[in-house]
């Protein structure tokens, strides 16, 4: 199968057009948030404060990187478990986020959102952090340097490999591989 | 008696700390290769020659093998007749964290409260594990263990009647439920017996075997094969994209237990199973 290419900010079109299953190239901007940024994004729209960050149309990457060493754009950026960020993720849906890169299940409050939202969840590879890094060519703080590998980083990434895993028609990856190479019974 | 210094535990512990995080054992890597060669998923085999690719890349730049750098599990095995000189053991120990991981370039992942949440900012305190052991030598251990496949462990108090059924299941639904979290292909750790503590670190203790090593007792050997072969049934595959490789290795430990009791506690690990030792 023939990799997508996309590049954010993303387009409705671009969003659309993703199905579970593909496997996507990313070149462009994409934003890092944890936890403790996510709670602060949510904390602000709740307080209808301005973001640092414009929303609107980009990515959020699930990662704390590992320090740079000397030379180093980066240290290893693999991704972090997405479920930790379920409870503030349809909130940023409305502010205009279109894509989120992470690993692992998403809630099924998260995934109405990608559907009513018009987003898309993909998964980059757990633990291949080493050759995640490689694709990172810029990168800086953009906000909350406080929380040291947890603040908002802005990174450049060139050719980004990940699948999608939820797409905007309610496809969900992960449902799909289980039952198809699943021996076992579903009780 | 063995006079080891201070300094010297300091040393070999942010040795260790810097190998395993850069390193993945051969261990593993065999097992990477066996899972390539039995995933019969097109896009489950992409995933673990990624994966394979990825330890390559980390031990030829010596960069850390995932960006989760993990809490510095700290095993020590310290000989009855060992006398350790100019500080206590605990110190040095976290010196040596201290050290690896902010020369290693390794992420710090430890808060200080968890509920105030401040990192510590040099990934101390290390989870410290001290045995005393016959003999005049000190063994360290050093496991880094990240929290995405720690945070989908489970335990269970199991009454002695559920017996072997009871543990298989709850061994299974424990990976079920974990689907895709704990970065799969997992190495799946099983602590039977003891108490509610002793299960628990019987089951990430059985993490430090070589991966897919059988466990001595034959018995057990068999009900490991048992485990691995339901769990690799479930069809969770590499990275929970679908696939027949679901875990590496299953390791059950046991311990005698009280009369009234069974527990269970199921440890995950991911495919970067670290851990480096030095025996002084």
Same mark, same amino acid.
């Given at each position: 199968?023939?990799?997508?290419?996309? *590049?954010?900010?993303?387009?409705e079109?671009?969003?659309?057009?993703?199905?579970?299953?593909?496997?996507?190239?990313?070149?462009?901007?994409?934003?890092? &948030?944890?936890?403790?940024?996510?709670?602060?994004?949510?904390? %602000?729209l709740?307080?209808g404060?301005?973001?640092p960050?414009?929303?609107?149309?980009?990515?959020?990457?699930?990662?704390?990187?590992?320090?740079?060493?000397?030379?180093?754009?980066?240290?290893?950026?693999?991704?972090?478990?997405?479920?930790?960020?379920?409870?503030?993720t349809?909130?940023?849906?409305?502010?205009?986020?279109?894509?989120?890169?992470?690993?692992?299940?998403?809630?099924?409050?998260?995934?109405?959102?990608?559907?009513?939202?018009? &987003?898309?969840?993909?998964? &980059?590879?757990?633990g291949?952090?080493? %050759?995640?890094?490689?694709?990172?060519?810029?990168?800086?703080?953009?906000?909350?340097?406080?929380?040291?590998?947890? &603040?908002?980083?802005?990174?450049?990434?060139v050719?980004?490999?990940?699948?999608?895993? *939820?797409?905007c028609l309610? *496809?969900?990856?992960?449902?799909?591989?289980?039952?198809?190479?699943?021996?076992?019974?579903l009780? | 008696?063995?006079?080891?210094?201070?300094?010297?535990?300091?040393?070999?512990v942010k040795?260790?700390?810097?190998?395993?995080? @850069?390193?993945?054992?051969?261990?593993?890597?065999?097992?990477?290769?066996?899972?390539w060669?039995?995933?019969?998923? #097109?896009?489950?085999k992409?995933?673990?020659?990624?994966?394979?690719?990825?330890?390559?890349?980390?031990?030829?730049?010596q960069?850390?093998?995932?960006?989760?750098?993990?809490?510095?599990?700290?095993?020590?095995?310290?000989?009855?007749?060992?006398?350790?000189?100019?500080?206590?053991?605990?110190d040095?120990?976290?010196?040596?964290?201290?050290?690896g @991981?902010?020369?290693?370039? /390794? $992420?710090?992942?430890?808060?200080?409260?968890?509920?105030?949440? $401040?990192?510590?900012?040099?990934?101390?305190?290390?989870?410290?594990?001290?045995e005393?052991v016959?003999?005049?030598? /000190?063994?360290?251990?050093?496991?880094?263990k990240g929290?995405?496949?720690?945070?989908?462990?489970?335990?269970?108090?199991?009454?002695?009647?559920?017996?072997?059924? !009871?543990?298989?299941?709850?061994?299974?639904?424990?990976?079920?439920?974990?689907?895709?979290?704990?970065?799969?292909?997992?190495?799946?750790g099983?602590?039977?017996? !003891?108490?509610?503590?002793?299960?628990?670190?019987?089951?990430?203790?059985?993490?430090?075997?070589?991966?897919?090593s #059988?466990?001595?007792?034959?018995?057990?050997?068999?009900?490991?094969?048992?485990?691995?072969?339901?769990i690799?049934? /479930?069809?969770?595959? #590499?990275q929970?994209?679908?696939?027949?490789?679901?875990?590496?290795?299953?390791?059950?430990?046991?311990?005698?237990?009280?009369?009234?009791?069974l #527990?269970?506690a199921?440890?995950?690990?991911?495919?970067?199973? $670290?851990?480096?030792?030095?025996?002084?």
């Amino acid at each position: 199968m023939d990799n997508k290419r996309i *590049n954010p900010p993303l387009s409705e079109e671009e969003v659309t057009a993703l199905r579970a299953g593909d496997k996507v190239l990313i070149s462009g901007v994409v934003y890092t &948030a944890r936890d403790a940024a996510h709670q602060r994004l949510v904390h %602000l729209l709740e307080q209808g404060q301005k973001l640092p960050i414009e929303l609107s149309g980009q990515i959020i990457y699930y990662v704390g990187p590992a320090p740079a060493k000397p030379g180093q754009i980066i240290g290893s950026a693999g991704p972090t478990t997405s479920s930790r960020m379920d409870p503030f993720t349809p909130q940023l849906l409305k502010a205009g986020l279109k894509g989120m890169i992470g690993k692992g299940l998403r809630s099924a409050e998260v995934r109405q959102a990608i559907k009513d939202y018009k &987003a898309v969840y993909m998964a &980059a590879l757990g633990g291949a952090a080493a %050759l995640m890094a490689k694709c990172i060519t810029k990168v800086e703080v953009v906000a909350y340097q406080d929380l040291g590998t947890e &603040a908002i980083h802005r990174l450049e990434v060139v050719n980004l490999p990940v699948i999608v895993v *939820n797409d905007c028609l309610g *496809n969900d990856l992960y449902e799909q591989g289980f039952l198809k190479y699943r021996l076992t019974p579903l009780h | 008696m063995k006079l080891i210094t201070y300094q010297t535990i300091v040393a070999e512990v942010k040795k260790l700390c810097i190998e395993a995080n @850069y390193f993945l054992g051969d261990d593993v890597k065999t097992a990477l290769k066996t899972a390539w060669h039995n995933e019969i998923s #097109p896009l489950g085999k992409e995933i673990l020659s990624a994966l394979y690719r990825n330890s390559l890349i980390a031990s030829e730049e010596q960069v850390p093998i995932c960006q989760d750098t993990g809490t510095a599990v700290v095993f020590l095995e310290i000989g009855q007749d060992v006398r350790i000189e100019g500080g206590y053991i605990y110190d040095a120990v976290n010196e040596g964290v201290r050290q690896g @991981y902010t020369e290693g370039y /390794l $992420r710090k992942s430890m808060v200080n409260h968890p509920l105030c949440r $401040r990192n510590t900012g040099d990934n101390t305190p290390a989870i410290i594990h001290a045995e005393i052991v016959p003999g005049n030598q /000190l063994a360290i251990t050093v496991a880094p263990k990240g929290g995405g496949s720690e945070n989908m462990s489970a335990l269970a108090m199991l009454t002695p009647s559920a017996g072997w059924t !009871g543990v298989k299941q709850f061994v299974i639904e424990t990976v079920r439920k974990a689907g895709a979290n704990p970065c799969p292909p997992l190495i799946v750790g099983v602590g039977i017996g !003891g108490n509610f503590e002793k299960a628990a670190l019987l089951a990430k203790k059985s993490l430090l075997r070589e991966v897919g090593s #059988p466990n001595r007792d034959a018995e057990l050997a068999e009900l490991e094969k048992e485990l691995i072969k339901e769990i690799n049934n /479930l069809g969770i595959g #590499p990275q929970g994209f679908g696939g027949s490789v679901t875990a590496l290795a299953v390791h059950i430990e046991l311990y005698p237990c009280h009369i009234a009791s069974l #527990p269970v506690a199921v440890n995950l690990n991911c495919h970067v199973a $670290r851990h480096k030792s030095v025996i002084l």
